[in-house]
């Protein structure tokens, strides 16, 4: 279960409401990992206290370089330095950070993977950016081929690298880059395909099977994956929290995976 958003420490209240439910539930009726999805080295470093009394799985910093423009480069050490601080708290188990390639800043991203791992951040990834189409729809601007350049660059780079990196892909682009669905990691019952280029280094597309994810608003709406790749006011927005609209989410979701588990009947 991952907590994610225009910004998730923006509403710190309803983070920890959530988090404190996880907490309470059984552990055979809850996700089995909790995780956020932030940018926001002032909400890390303020609440550090309050991670540290009820701990997340994980947390994911979103870091860019200059050249892609969503982000100030004056954010990355705060909050780079803010998410340390709450995993050496006991504030979560494990640090990710999240970087978006384009075809033109793969040396930018390289300089900043070494200080990613000076670190000694988990796991980094890297998946493209989301460029507006004509269509409305958010599209990545990299190609297969500039998928294959930064692979070999990270390998080179980081092949012997401690830290754990991980390339996001489609399928369709998963598949065509490996070559084969054999010399895939089938997915089965995980939510992921993966593919090791190193010990270290691995290809990651998502299971395109149906209810490996349920993506929801804040007041329970369940939305579809179009949502989150739609630009506007009207689609894939946000809506109120509904204190103790959680429990029954997280039924939900066990009443899902419970559906998929295959029985000796088949």
């Known amino acids: 279960m991952c907590a994610l958003g225009k910004e998730v420490m923006e509403d710190a209240d309803t983070l920890f409401e959530i988090t404190r439910m996880w907490h309470e539930a059984p552990a055979t009726g809850r996700p089995g990992a909790l995780g956020i999805i932030t940018a926001s080295a002032s909400g890390l470093k303020r609440h550090a206290r309050e991670f540290a009394r009820f701990p997340i799985s994980w947390i994911v910093i979103s870091l860019d370089v200059s050249s892609v423009g969503l982000r100030s480069?004056?954010?990355?050490?705060?909050?780079?330095?803010?998410?340390?601080?709450?995993?050496?708290?006991?504030?979560?188990?494990?640090?990710?950070?999240?970087?978006?390639?384009?075809?033109?800043?793969?040396?930018?991203?390289?300089?900043?993977?070494?200080?990613?791992?000076?670190?000694?951040?988990?796991?980094?990834?890297?998946?493209p950016f989301l460029a507006p189409a004509t269509n409305g729809l958010l599209r990545?601007?990299?190609?297969?081929?500039?998928?294959?350049?930064?692979?070999?660059?990270?390998?080179?780079?980081?092949?012997?690298?401690?830290?754990?990196?991980?390339?996001?892909?489609?399928?369709?682009?998963?598949?065509?880059?490996?070559?084969?669905?054999?010399?895939?990691?089938?997915?089965?019952?995980?939510?992921?395909?993966?593919?090791?280029?190193?010990?270290?280094i691995k290809l990651a597309a998502l299971n395109q099977q149906p209810f490996f994810f349920m993506r929801s608003r804040w007041d329970g709406q369940i939305l579809a994956k179009a949502d989150f790749k739609v630009i506007g006011l009207e689609q894939g927005t946000?809506?109120?929290?509904?204190?103790?609209?959680?429990?029954?989410?997280?039924?939900?979701?066990?009443?899902?995976?419970?559906?998929?588990?295959?029985?000796?009947?088949?």
């Open 73 to 127: 480069p004056a954010n990355e050490q705060p909050l780079l330095a803010s998410a340390l601080l709450v995993r050496a708290t006991g504030g979560t188990e494990a640090l990710g950070v999240n970087t978006l390639l384009t075809p033109d800043n793969l040396s930018e991203v390289i300089a900043l993977g070494r200080r990613v791992e000076k670190g000694q951040i988990d796991q980094w990834s890297l998946g």
């Open 140 to 200: 990545p601007v990299v190609r297969r081929d500039d998928y294959r350049r930064a692979i070999e660059r990270v390998v080179a780079e980081f092949g012997d690298s401690r830290m754990r990196i991980l390339f996001d892909l489609d399928y369709s682009e998963l598949l065509a880059l490996v070559g084969d669905k054999i010399r895939l990691k089938p997915a089965g019952k995980a939510w992921r395909y993966e593919y090791a280029v190193t010990e270290n």
């Open 238 to 266: 946000y809506g109120r929290w509904q204190p103790g609209r959680v429990v029954e989410l997280l039924q939900q979701f066990v009443s899902q995976q419970e559906l998929m588990i295959p029985t000796e009947a088949g």
